[in-house]
């Protein structure tokens, strides 16, 4: 019997990589005939230090996120998808993809890019797709390649 997912979440962050996850997880969803809901989470605790100075970092955060996230819906209505949710959302990203969203609107599949992180940064706090690999409630699909399935060198 095949797999069939009724409610997949798709985490957007701008990058190339998650934009890989969010074609893939279209396809997907229209497949299946399933709701998308798009996530961005923007990570607060990166913001804590500069909003004591500049409350305005934060505003362009969210600005910049519900540009990605109106472009990606965009992108899934054009392709065929008529129920799309987007979720911005404030926190911790590793948390609220991984237990959080899937919970509060019963998810069954998570898609994600590999990485949007740099090897700095993956090296200090992790990376997302790691951490929600390990703990999600739900089936997890880290995409590293085109919608071909092929495997864009330099990514």
Excluded: W
Excluded at 72 to 83: F, M, Q, R, T, V
């Amino acid at each position: 019997m095949l797999q069939e997912y009724q409610r997949i979440l798709v985490a957007v962050d701008g990058s190339e990589s998650a934009n890989r996850a969010l074609r893939k997880a279209v396809a997907v969803a229209k497949r299946n005939d399933a709701t998308l809901f798009i996530t961005h989470v923007i990570d607060t605790r990166a913001f804590q230090p500069y909003e004591a100075f500049d409350a305005s970092v934060s505003k362009s955060a969210k600005s910049e996120a519900n540009s990605t996230l109106n472009a990606c819906k965009l992108y899934a209505e054009n392709h065929g998808l008529s129920d799309v949710h987007l979720l911005l959302e404030h926190g911790s990203p590793k948390k609220l993809i991984a237990r959080d969203l899937p919970n509060d609107y019963d998810i069954d599949l998570i898609m994600l890019g590999a990485t949007g992180l740099n090897t700095v940064e993956r090296f200090f706090i992790g990376s997302v797709s790691e951490n929600v690999v390990r703990s999600a409630l739900c089936d997890v699909l880290v995409v590293r390649t085109d919608t071909e399935n092929n495997y864009e060198i330099g990514h």
